[in-house]
């Protein structure tokens, strides 16, 4: 059966159970590439011993048996869309049956891959809050119609409205959703604010990955493809007759490789840009954001309102300049194994990340907000690191070993910058939020309302006591925050104060 029907009916009246789309086998063509690798080592097996002549039939057998592993998941995979829960039951040998109900249901998300979106399929996502996954149960393959439907009955249901009958389909790409209200629409991504987004997405550890792809293949390139090399451009100017001059101008070789670097650094941040958020659209439901982006692999994700924890603004040094920031939101729901926070304002100015904020009842202090300083005695850490690699050049320069003058040049610009970034260790009370910045090369505000904060460790040590210092330490549930939440090297007086607010805060909660 291709699309879901949905049955107005309970579970245990004759259900009509049904499977997952067909197409479930063609992304199973499409998985077997990747766990090939796992049986290359027996065809190179083959070929070291002689026997290529069953090359060709292994790799036929395992072809055959991957497709007959995965019918057989299809065929004993069902599943039931009931009129208050969801029931799955898969397993070819040990058989699993699950009930969720739609009350526990905090999120579906629904994401689509190149392939899923040339077959008008998606995967829905399940997510109930039990064990920390990404999600805790899902279906691989439904018509992107039905998707869109199921997560419409299960959003009505859990707002208390009752949701229109959705007609079945047979077709396997057709279309059932239910029509609902417009949602509000937050903030959208232009192709020209993507372009401008990937110039200030120039990565260095882009620009790494993609000279490693180029020494590793470059001996099965039919072209020279090392553009950094300035003896490179030395070698094409001898083509035209201009290597003497070029030789004679060597600056202009280092100009043109440093040229090439640059390219390759911003092509790559603009085609990471593109690929992850094509089409970015977030809008305003009724109990969640909901975050919709990606060229090749489209996904869908909702942010329930009432589980945000944080906000976190994120910027560069250089973006700071210009006025962009990045708007991440901490939430009790994570957004799966590689981003723990939501990314719900990629890249956008501070007037139009403001209306985001107020949606989660969170606001941003003012160009007028007075901020206090974190003591410098922050920086101390860094600078006993610059005293040891002092005396460790020290102790290498007495062996003979010339590399200890790196360690002693490097040791007093380490302890300056430390110094330096001690500066920028602030903190404001907001009333009901506390903003915390800290960061010089890429500065990050986290704007924290008080009831969000579970737990308020106040700490010190031999090194604080003396001076009258402590650190906060905020328990925030969910999410990675990027780093820990704390203020830390403030009056002890002042942490003991901040402290009783925030726990009075959640006891009014």
């Excluded at 097996?45 to 048996?65: E, K, Y």
């Excluded at 260790?425 to 907001?430: C, E, F």
Aim: with cysteine; hydrophobic share 50%; net charge positive.
């Amino acid at each position: 059966m291709s699309d879901i029907a949905l049955p107005r009916r309970g579970i245990e009246d004759e259900p009509n159970w049904q499977r997952l789309h067909p197409a479930t086998l063609a992304l199973a063509l499409v998985r077997i590439g990747p766990r090939s690798l796992q049986f290359l080592p027996a065809v190179a097996a083959l070929g070291f011993t002689g026997n290529w002549i069953w090359i060709v039939p292994a790799i036929g057998a395992f072809l055959l048996f991957s497709l007959l592993a995965a019918w057989f998941r299809w065929l004993r995979f069902r599943f039931l869309v009931g009129d208050d829960e969801m029931v799955i039951e898969s397993g070819v040998f040990a058989r699993q049956h699950r009930t969720i109900p739609f009350d526990r249901i905090q999120d579906v998300s629904i994401e689509q891959g190149l392939v899923s979106r040339a077959l008008g399929i998606a995967k829905v996502g399940f997510e109930t809050g039990a064990g920390g996954k990404e999600n805790d149960a899902s279906l691989d393959a439904i018509a992107l119609g039905a998707a869109q439907a199921l997560r419409t009955t299960i959003r009505a249901h859990r707002s208390g409205e009752a949701a229109a009958p959705v007609a079945a389909s047979d077709a396997p790409g057709a279309s059932g959703a239910v029509p609902v209200a417009e949602d509000r629409l937050l903030f959208a991504m232009t192709p020209r604010q993507l372009l401008v987004a990937g110039l200030f997405n120039f990565s260095l550890a882009a620009l790494a990955l993609v000279g490693a792809g180029m020494q590793f293949f470059d001996d099965l390139l039919p072209f020279d493809f090392n553009v950094f090399n300035p003896g490179d451009w030395i070698d094409l100017a001898e083509q035209y007759g201009l290597d003497q001059w070029v030789i004679a101008h060597r600056w202009i070789a280092g100009v043109g490789a440093g040229i090439s670097l640059l390219f390759i650094g911003f092509a790559s941040g603009i085609a990471t840009m593109f690929f992850a958020n094509w089409d970015f659209r977030l809008t305003r439901e009724p109990r969640t954001l909901r975050r919709t982006r990606g060229l090749t692999t489209r996904t869908d994700v909702a942010v329930p309102v009432k589980r945000v924890q944080a906000a976190i603004l994120v910027t560069g040094w250089f973006r700071r300049r210009f006025g962009w920031h990045e708007l991440r939101l901490q939430s009790l729901a994570s957004d799966g194994e590689k981003e723990r926070d939501h990314q719900v304002v990629p890249f956008a100015q501070l007037d139009a990340i403001d209306p985001v904020l107020a949606e989660v009842a969170i606001r941003r202090p003012d160009a007028a907000q007075a901020w206090q300083h974190s003591h410098r005695i922050v920086a101390l850490g860094p600078i006993v690191g610059a005293v040891c690699a002092t005396i460790g050049g020290g102790v290498a320069l007495w062996l003979g070993n010339e590399v200890g003058w790196l360690a002693l040049v490097a040791a007093p610009l380490i302890a300056l910058i430390a110094l330096w970034a001690a500066r920028f260790h602030r903190w404001a009370d907001l009333g009901e939020q506390v903003a915390i910045r800290r960061g010089a090369w890429k500065p990050k505000m986290t704007l924290l309302p008080h009831a969000s904060v579970q737990s308020v460790d106040l700490k010190t040590d031999f090194i604080l006591r003396p001076l009258g210092l402590a650190t906060l330490v905020f328990g925030v549930p969910g999410g990675s925050s990027l780093a820990t939440h704390e203020i830390p090297a403030i009056p002890a007086a002042v942490a003991r104060d901040l402290r009783t607010r925030i726990l009075a805060a959640r006891a009014r909660r």
